[in-house]
C-alpha cells in the first residue's frame, strides 16, 4: 500500500494501529524505496528555508555598501551550493558561507563602534 502511493499515517489508521512501531514491523522497505524516496525529496524538497532574494539595488558606501555587496555574495554562494549534490563540494561551500556570516557580523561589530 505504502508503493501505491498510501501515507504511513493512512497506512496505520487501516490498520487499526495506534503505535507506528507496530504498522513497521509489516513493512519492508527495500533499497528501491529508499532510491525512489531520495531522489523525490532532491526533486521536490518540501521543507527547505525559502531562497534568498538578491538586491536589485545599487550597492551603498562605506559599511552599509560593505555589508550589501556581501549579502549579495551571500545570496550568489548559497544559490551555487544547493544546486550541488550532497558531497565534499557542497560542504565546503558550507564553510565558506558560515565564514562570510561571521565576517558580516564582524562589520556590523564595527559599524556600531
Known sequence: ???????????????????????MRY????LTDLEREFRMARAKP????PQPKP???QPRAGFNGLVDLLQASQHALEVFRRSLPIGEMRNRLDRLANRLTKI???????QTN
Open 46 to 49: 518540501r521543507h527547505l528555508a
Open 1 to 23: 500500500m505504502l508503493r501505491s502511493g498510501v501515507s504511513f499515517p493512512v497506512l496505520m489508521k487501516l490498520l487499526g494501529h495506534v503505535d507506528p512501531e507496530m504498522t
Open 104 to 110: 558580516l557580523a564582524e562589520i556590523r561589530k564595527l
Open 55 to 57: 538586491s536589485s539595488l
Open 27 to 30: 513493512v519492508d522497505v527495500a
